[in-house]
């Protein structure tokens, strides 16, 4: 069984930044170095979107254009935790963010991040931008 739980999310004015954590928890001897993982989001009435993604082992990053340059997605493999920092906060950036899990062994990171290509998700961290 895996599990993942995000945090850090919150409101914060333009400009400002917040960082994402997403811990994972699995079976003895899991480790996300095997896997895909990447971060979505979902504004009311707007359909979830990849923003970030990182390869299994951590050698390969995608950002959306939306986001690239102001958002970092990073790993800590000791903690099992995925971070995403977000830096120069605008108002389009508010929406429901959630981590993703690919859970397949050998996982190719899509570009853009697809949706079906993710197995496992954390419940959702709200963050708020104001102007």
């Known amino acids: 069984q895996v599990q993942l739980v995000e945090s850090g999310g919150g409101s914060v004015q333009a400009g400002g930044s917040l960082r994402l954590s997403c811990a994972v928890s699995?079976?003895?001897?899991?480790?996300?170095?095997?896997?895909?993982m990447g971060w979505f989001r979902q504004a009311p009435g707007k359909e979830r979107e990849g923003v970030a993604g990182?390869?299994?082992?951590?050698?390969?990053?995608y950002y959306a254009d939306s986001v690239k340059g102001r958002f970092t997605i990073s790993q800590d493999n000791a903690k099992n935790t995925m971070y995403q920092q977000m830096n120069n906060l605008k108002p389009e950036d508010t929406a429901m963010y959630y981590c993703a899990l690919d859970g397949r062994a050998g996982c190719i990171l899509g570009t853009p991040l697809r949706r079906d290509e993710f197995g496992y998700w954390g419940q959702g961290t709200q963050v708020t931008v104001s102007s």
């Open positions: 699995a079976y003895t001897g899991y480790t996300f170095l095997w896997d895909c």
């Open positions: 990182i390869s299994h082992g951590g050698g390969y990053t």
